[in-house]
């Protein structure tokens, strides 16, 4: 039989396939690299500048260095989102509930 005699099966887009995991975790690493340089470039322009500008400058380089690493690591963690129930390649049969017991067993040993 040929794919042509099977009009009632469905079949998966490519469109709809998830990234593919490697590439998932490479996106998060690039990006939590970005976000760890920026944090350095932050602690070298408060040393560097810290007789230079108002000392507000500086400080305000100290805390964005110290509030980056919370978020890069919120962001490198929010991995593969789920958008939504997709279609599966395995259909799961429905889990009928377990009978009731028939009888009771009553009397002593």
Do not use: H
Not at 79 to 88: A, C
């Amino acid at each position: 039989m040929t794919k042509r005699e099977r009009p009632d099966e469905a079949v998966q887009s490519i469109t709809s396939a998830p990234e593919p995991l490697w590439e998932d975790v490479a996106r998060r690493q690039r990006r939590y690299l970005w976000q760890m340089s920026l944090r350095a470039v932050c602690f070298v322009v408060a040393a560097v500048t810290w007789n230079v500008v108002p000392v507000w400058a500086s400080l305000l380089m100290i805390v964005a260095a110290t509030v980056l690493p919370y978020f890069a690591v919120l962001l490198a963690n929010a991995g593969r989102e789920n958008p939504g129930q997709g279609p599966t390649a395995v259909d799961r049969p429905a889990i009928a509930a377990a009978p009731a017991p028939t009888r009771v067993l009553e009397g002593g040993w």
